[in-house]
């Protein structure tokens, strides 16, 4: 493997020469031109960080609770699909890296280990992602199955009602496993000699009706609580708060669903500023150093999630790998806190960051 990677953008090269191409690109790409691809991790370096001196930071916090739970971090990992494809153990080492790094993990619908598989691995607080099949039954069953076995609350994946258009599954010919947790239920078998596998599967059984008005159900059939993920303008998120939903995630799927959206960075304000910290507005995309942690917090994010890293760190070096992704950001994010004079999560303010939005507006001044 050569040496020790230094920082979590090296975990991506070790996943590339570890991975059958096919794996790496189903990962790494995004839709389309990718061009929100680049954006989501390009955007971050338009933002400068205006630190602080002379604080006393010989101590610092980064500890936090979510929904209540407490965490090491506000990091979290991003509910991501088919671990397998990376580690053969898959989402049960995913599983145990969170839970001894105390952060909360994000189980994807899409996960090849079972729920009861991750829920049986290790005592932690998880999430579950949920996606809304065109049969009703089947995703109220995953809710049910994800209550039973701990899980915290329900992650309801929005940006979805088709999938994106992922140029590199369909040259490759990307094929779906059968996930466990629908044995007996949905079939992966698709025969399309014509591109992805993965995408033929998805509008079988993805439900492109499923709309505001469906919420009703969902919350009648749980008590956890639900997130919506994949909000990113402030008209969604005035939706959500009048349907009363317990928190959003601004996301754009990690840009595998609509080209150009904006990056979530550059989305996140206006989300934070219609929510007036009424409900947790958590973050996912484009996170891959600690000073993107920071600037996310800057801008009014509750917590991060991390997907992409987490994986490739899967990949490179199994547990150990989703360990040190972890461990690198949470590093990362300290010494950002330190050396912009914010010893707790409390301190760091939105005057901490400048943004192209302050610039524009310090030109017209």
């Not at 990376?86 to 996960?111: D, R, W, Y």
């Not at 009648?220 to 009048?242: C, F, H, Q, W, Y």
Request: neutral net charge.
């Amino acid at each position: 493997m050569g040496d020790e990677p230094v920082n979590v953008k090296e975990y991506q090269e070790l996943a590339k020469q570890a991975l059958p191409k096919m794996y790496y690109d189903f990962f790494a790409g995004g839709s389309e031109d990718q061009h929100t691809l680049k954006e989501n991790v390009e955007a971050f370096q338009r933002i400068t960080l205006r630190p602080r001196i002379l604080v006393d930071v010989s101590k610092i916090d980064m500890s936090t609770t979510i929904l209540g739970y407490k965490t090491s971090a506000p990091i979290m990992i991003a509910p991501t699909s088919l671990h397998q494809l990376a580690h053969p153990q898959g989402e049960i080492l995913t599983a145990k890296a969170a839970a001894a790094c105390n952060v909360i993990m994000g189980l994807s619908f899409s996960s090849t280990c079972t729920i009861e598989e991750v829920a049986s691995s290790c005592n932690a607080v998880r999430f579950f992602q949920l996606y809304m099949y065109k049969r009703r039954e089947i995703s109220a069953l995953m809710v049910k199955r994800a209550e039973i076995n701990g899980f915290k609350a329900i992650l309801l994946t929005v940006d979805s009602p088709k999938l994106g258009r992922r140029e590199a599954d369909i040259k490759n010919k990307m094929i779906a496993p059968q996930l466990k947790n629908f044995e007996g239920l949905v079939s992966t078998e698709v025969h399309d000699s014509e591109g992805s596998n993965l995408e033929a599967y998805a509008s079988r059984t993805l439900d492109p009706s499923f709309s505001w008005k469906d919420i009703a159900w969902l919350k009648s059939i749980t008590n956890l609580p639900i997130l919506i993920k994949g909000v990113l303008t402030r008209e969604d998120v005035i939706k959500a708060m009048e349907i009363g939903v317990e928190g959003v995630i601004v996301s754009n799927h990690g840009a595998r669903q609509l080209d150009y959206v904006p990056a979530t960075i550059d989305a996140l304000e206006e989300v934070v500023l219609a929510v007036q910290g009424r409900i947790p507005v958590l973050f996912d995309g484009g996170i891959r150093r600690g000073t993107d942690v920071f600037k996310a917090l800057a801008l009014g994010a509750q917590a991060v999630m991390v997907g992409r890293p987490i994986v490739f760190g899967l990949a490179a070096k199994g547990e150990y790998g989703v360990k040190r992704v972890i461990e690198m950001l949470k590093d990362e994010l300290e010494l950002t806190m330190a050396l912009s004079g914010c010893p707790t999560l409390n301190d760091i303010t939105r005057n901490h960051v400048r943004t192209q939005i302050d610039d524009d507006r310090h030109c017209r001044l």
